[in-house]
């Protein structure tokens, strides 16, 4: 049995639809009536989710912060055009950081961390956690310093990329970082892997998507090119979904 364990901030998404006919009479704001509501769990429980969809067999743990279920990304979105108008989050300071010392690393295959940079994890906990495991996968919302150097691999999308990563830590990184593209696909090492134009419903969860499949199938293969493909194609599938969810 293959065993994996995620750690990082989870919350619930919440998917409000509804009509929006008409302007406000006090502002120039849209009237939203409430129709139907979707949630399931996000951020590294979207990962949780996305792995066990690739790979029923892996054995998964995940690792968050007591209370996550208090955080809520609440996305109000017209049911016919499925144009967001607004999100709302609730509760972004509740996580309480890990004690990343007391895991037991030997018992896992992998360690996948989904930092959203909101407490669980500082950049020492993830520089331990990359000294203790020999096979990791970082997502983050942190700027990547050397603290990162011992990752197996990193997934950012584009604009974390730019904003993020400076030019001395893409060379010293090079080797591990991935830069999702969106409808591009992605890059990696210098070789950049195409991607599929599709039509678009929701980019909410998709690097979940990538991550958790990208993950699954280098687990299979210890093969990257490969478990890239995977990823993207996965991806591809999850964004022509409503919401936060897995590839149908």
Known sequence: MTRVLIIGESCWDI???GD???????????????????????????????????DPSLEVEILSSPGWDKARKIR???????????RVDENDNIFSRFVVE????????????SDYDKGCLSEEDISYIS?????????????LGEWAQNITYIKLNTHETKVNVSSDMKELLKEKLITTLGPQGCEHNGKQYKGERVPVKDVAGAGDTFLAFLVAAYLQTHDIDYAISQANDAATKVVQQRGVGVPQ
């Open 76 to 86: 109000y979105v017209d049911d016919r055009t499925n144009h967001m108008f607004i």
């Open 131 to 143: 000294l203790n495991h020999s096979l990791t996968f970082l997502d983050t919302k942190k700027r």
């Open 102 to 113: 007391n895991i037991e690393y030997d018992h896992y295959d992998a360690i996948i961390i």
């Open 15 to 17: 998917f409000r639809y």
């Open 20 to 54: 929006c006919e008409r302007l406000s009479p006090e502002a120039p704001i849209p009237v939203f009536i409430p129709r139907s509501e979707t949630r399931s769990m996000g951020m590294a429980g979207n990962v949780n989710k996305n792995l066990l969809k690739a």
